[in-house]
């Protein structure tokens, strides 16, 4: 079992930044995707940015120019950071792993851009 927490979400007024981390904690093996999604109220959750173990790195359309996604894997950690934010970026923010195959979400944590 992998344990996932995210933290750093907050309220921002339109156009700040914040930062979220997410620690992953049990028995890991060797985690390759680490991917950041949200959820707004009655919308369904959507991929915002994606990393594999490599490096490589890929984000919704929405996000791109914005949002930056880094990991630390010695600390099986990882990260996004959130610049120019808008109101429609208010969401839940989950953080989503895969290790040996199997998925694991964190609890989510909540941002609210105000206008």
């Known amino acids: 079992q992998v344990q996932l927490v995210e933290s750093g979400g907050g309220l921002v007024q339109a156009g700040g930044s914040l930062r979220l981390s997410c620690a992953a904690s049990?028995?890991?093996?060797?985690?390759?995707?680490m991917d950041w999604y949200r959820q707004a109220p009655g919308k369904q959750r959507e991929l915002v940015a994606s990393t594999t173990r490599d490096g490589s790195t890929n984000y919704a359309d929405s996000v791109k120019g914005r949002f930056t996604i880094s990991r630390d894997n010695a600390k099986n950690m990882v990260y996004l950071q959130m610049n120019s934010l808008k109101p429609e970026d208010t969401a839940v923010y989950y953080c989503y792993v895969i290790d040996r195959g199997f998925q694991y979400w964190g609890q989510g944590t909540q941002v609210t851009v105000s206008s």
């Open positions: 049990g028995n890991i093996f060797s985690i390759n995707v």
